[in-house]
């Protein structure tokens, strides 16, 4: 496990915008994937769009295609996820990965994949942070 520092989120009425920034050790962070993944109680936690830092390949769910944006900055080490005409459907806990054991397929794929579907142990997290959107 390495220790990935989320920020952003917070409150936002539908329609809104709000960004996400998750920082990693650049030793994490390079040629790799990282996503985000939310979740709402009693659900399981979902990939919603994650990027490929060798090459800037990215990857989104069907629910924020065209409304999500995720990206990178190599010389913080960090990825974003801009959330752009946001939607009281997207009310979560945000939550960043990152994979640190098998390989980037586990998470940089089509369809992004669960939590479940993901080998144990195979992300590291971040502390998360909560999205609320309100109509």
């Known amino acids: 496990q390495v220790q990935l520092v989320e920020s952003g989120g917070g409150s936002v009425q539908a329609g809104g915008s709000l960004r996400l920034s998750c920082a990693a050790p650049?030793?994490?962070?390079?040629?790799?994937?990282m996503g985000w993944f939310r979740q709402i109680p009693g659900k399981e936690r979902e990939g919603v769009a994650a990027?490929?830092?060798?090459?800037?390949?990215?990857y989104y769910s069907d629910s924020v295609k065209g409304r999500f944006t995720v990206s990178q900055d190599n010389a913080e080490a960090t990825v974003y996820l801009q959330m752009n005409s946001l939607k009281p459907d997207d009310t979560a806990m945000y939550y960043c990965?990152?994979?640190?054991?098998?390989?980037?397929?586990?998470?940089?794929?089509?369809?992004?994949?669960?939590?479940?579907?993901?080998?144990?142990?195979?992300?590291?997290w971040g502390q998360g942070t909560q999205v609320t959107v309100s109509s």
């Open positions: 990965a990152a994979v640190t054991a098998g390989g980037s397929w586990y998470l940089c794929r089509n369809p992004l994949p669960t939590e479940a579907a993901i080998s144990p142990g195979s992300l590291s």
């Open positions: 650049k030793f994490t962070y390079s040629n790799n994937c």
């Open positions: 990027i490929y830092t060798g090459n800037g390949l990215t």
